[in-house]
Every structure is written in C-alpha cells, then in structure tokens.
C-alpha cells in the first residue's frame, strides 16, 4: 500500500514540476492517477465516493467550467482559445479526478483553497522575479501538488481529510 501511495504522490508531483517547467502536461498522467487511485481503492478499501456524490461532484465541476466559458464570453469576447489560452485541457481533465477522490463539501472546500493557494503563489513569483510577461497560473500543478499533500497527510495521521460531508461540516461549525 505504501509503495502505491507513493508512486501516486510521485506521479502528482511530477504533474508540479511539469506545469510550473512548461505550462502544460502529459496526458497518460491523468488515465495514471486514476488507475492508481482505482487500485487502491479497490484492494485496500479507502475513501471513494458513492454514485450520487460523484454525480453532485461533477455537477459542481460542470458548473465551474460553464460559470468560467460564460465569463470569458461576456466579458472578454475578442479573447479566443478558452481551452488553450484561458484554462489548459490539462486543468480541467484533473479538476474531473477530484470527483472520484473528494466528498462534494471536501471538493468545494479543496478547489477554493487551491484556487486561493495558486493565486497567492503566482501573484508572489511574478512580483518576486519581476515578471515583464503576463501572469500566468499552472493550475494543475498547484491542484497536484494540494492533491500530493492530502494523501500524504491522510496516510500519515489517519485523518478523512476527503471524506467530509455536509452533515459532518454543520457538525462541526455548530461545535465551534
């Protein structure tokens, strides 16, 4: 189990360093996670998702993906390439990953934290090194490189980092 832990968290970080490298990556990387995922899931029985929650998962990702082409239609319509320019394939195939790893509260929670995360870490490179070029955001490597973390924590402490569901946040927020 640990050697595929592992080599699941290798092949997130080598998605890291291959967006930050060259603002794209490989495409067998994606089909890799999953099947890695898919096997431990199935012979060492950790957290996936049922069927609706996958469903409401990519319900939620669905919208993100429409909310963020509608933006760009409206707003920036001389800008063309939403898929190549704006938001990379690449980025978007492992925003679809996260449906079968996250419970929908723990993916709305995860994306926005990595949304802030890769915001704040491209804003700080860019002014630090002085950037004349625009900014741009490697997006599925900060989200492997957060994905890399939670699996290195929950093998670590035993936390369910990814398993939190609606009654469990009200739970807790009502708690505090």
Known sequence: MLLLYLSLV????????????????????I??????????????AIYIPDFWEILLNTIIISLQMAFAWLYFKLFRPNEKGFIDKKLG?????????????FSPVALITFILMVCIFSLLISLSIY????????????????L???????????????????KLNLFEFIQILSDS
């Open 10 to 29: 290798t092949l997130l970080l080598h998605i890291t360093y291959q967006d930050y490298r060259t603002r794209s990556i490989y495409w067998i990387g």
């Open 31 to 44: 089909p890799l996670i999953m099947g890695i995922y898919a096997i431990l899931a199935g012979y060492y």
């Open 89 to 101: 394939l690449g980025d978007i195939l492992l925003l679809y990953v996260l449906v079968l790893i």
């Open 127 to 142: 002014f630090l090194k002085r950037l004349p070029s625009p900014l741009t955001i490697p997006f599925a490597g900060n």
């Open 144 to 162: 492997s490189f957060a994905i890399a973390v939670v699996f290195i924590i929950e093998l670590y402490t035993g936390l369910a980092i990814r």
